[in-house]
């Protein structure tokens, strides 16, 4: 079993920034990919950016140049630097990992972005 605990989402103008932080614990040392989701109101949950243990990083296109993913293996984190923030970046942005086959969720952290 792997837990992944979730931080750093919040409230911010256009054009700010946050960075979501994710550790995981437990069975973690099989993890390959870990990375982050998101799911806005009414849509489906799609990949932000997800970034293997060899450093290799698949990031969606409407992210590209804002949003930078990086991977602290030997501690087990994954943080996402966002930069530029729109409104339709508003949403819950999930972390995840896989091992194997399996792959387990954070519960999730709000980004909202508005005026």
């Known amino acids: 079993q792997v837990q992944l605990e979730e931080s750093g989402g919040g409230l911010v103008q256009p054009g700010g920034s946050l960075r979501l932080s994710c550790a995981a614990s437990?069975?973690?040392?099989?993890?390959?990919?870990m990375g982050w989701y998101r799911q806005a109101p009414g849509k489906q949950r799609e990949l932000v950016a997800a970034?293997?243990?060899?450093?290799?990083?698949r990031q969606s296109d409407s992210v590209k140049g804002r949003f930078t993913i990086s991977r602290d293996v030997a501690k087990n984190t994954v943080d996402l630097q966002i930069n530029s923030l729109k409104p339709e970046d508003t949403a819950v942005y999930y972390c995840?990992?896989?091992?194997?086959?399996?792959?387990?969720w954070g519960q999730g952290t709000q980004v909202t972005v508005s005026s």
């Open positions: 437990g069975s973690i040392f099989s993890i390959y990919d």
């Open positions: 995840y990992a896989a091992l194997g086959t399996s792959v387990y």
């Open positions: 970034i293997t243990v060899g450093g290799s990083i």
